[in-house]
């Protein structure tokens, strides 16, 4: 496979034998028709009909744990014949990835590039949440651009944390106000972005989770498996980093992302599962 796109944002092609897509992802590939490619020993199936197979991640969400039928990962068929009707006959690939994650962070390159400064939405400027807890996920220090969560996807296992439902005027929706001649918040004209950082309970072994926002793209300036979301570990990313709608929220780890909030309305954020 050659993978040229990622929720289609077209990034620097890359080869690979396989791709890692979680709930809601979208990739473009390019299939090379090559049953010898990287020193494989696939031979020609007899019939030109192969299977297509999808496998379910190793300790990721729904299914595990679950005995697998011998053929469960079958679920489609590529024919060079289209009036064939017989079964391929050909053989899974080996060493292919099932590793609870994202396709890895570095082969993602945007081909048109964004430069990300520094957040609008710090503290000293008072706009906006900062920081989202999947549960729990407080900061172990203080961190001055990351105040503690103020949101949550759900309660939280100490119960300081309550969600707080979006509140939405169905008589009155957003397309009616298009013409709103009311002020446009100053903060929306900028061509910086917000940055939201999403974290899971490090202390409860919180499982992956994908996170949709709609309405927009957003880079992933960093994204962090079994780390605590300290400020010793912030890294983030600004130079052409990771740019999609879905990303994996990794196991008991942390994601940053931000976004250009110049798309007027109420978006929802959520998990896919």
């Not at 000293?124 to 969560?149: E, L, N």
């Not at 944390?161 to 929706?173: A, C, G, R």
């Amino acid at each position: 496979l050659s993978i040229v796109s990622a929720d289609f944002v077209p990034i620097y092609p890359y080869p690979n034998m396989s791709v890692l897509i979680g709930i809601g992802q979208r990739y473009n590939v390019i299939v090379k028709a090559d049953p010898m490619a990287n020193g494989t020993t696939q031979p020609l199936t007899d019939n030109n009909n192969y299977w297509i197979r999808t496998s379910v991640a190793d300790n990721c969400g729904p299914g595990v744990g679950v005995k697998k039928g011998p053929n469960y990962n079958q679920t489609g068929i590529l024919r060079y014949n289209s009036s064939s009707t017989a079964q391929p006959q050909s053989k899974p690939w080996n060493d292919i990835s099932l590793a609870c994650s994202d396709e890895t962070y570095t082969s993602l390159r945007p081909v048109v590039p964004w430069i990300v400064g520094d957040p609008i939405n710090n503290v000293t400027r008072g706009a906006g949440v900062q920081h989202m807890a999947m549960v729990g996920g407080s900061p172990v220090v203080p961190i001055p651009t990351f105040p503690k969560p103020k949101l949550a996807f759900w309660n939280a296992s100490d119960g300081k944390l309550k969600f707080t439902p979006l509140q939405i005027n169905f008589s009155n929706p957003i397309f009616l106000n298009l013409d709103n001649t009311q002020p446009w918040n100053p903060l929306w004209r900028s061509s910086q972005r917000v940055w939201l950082a999403i974290t899971a309970d490090t202390e409860t072994n919180i499982d992956a989770h994908p996170i949709h926002l709609h309405g927009h793209d957003f880079a992933i300036l960093q994204q962090a498996e079994n780390t605590p979301y300290t400020a010793a570990n912030i890294r983030p990313n600004r130079l052409n980093p990771p740019r999609r709608d879905v990303v994996l929220m990794p196991t008991s780890g942390f994601i940053i992302i931000a976004f250009k909030a110049d798309n007027p309305g109420s978006w929802l954020m959520h998990c896919h599962i």
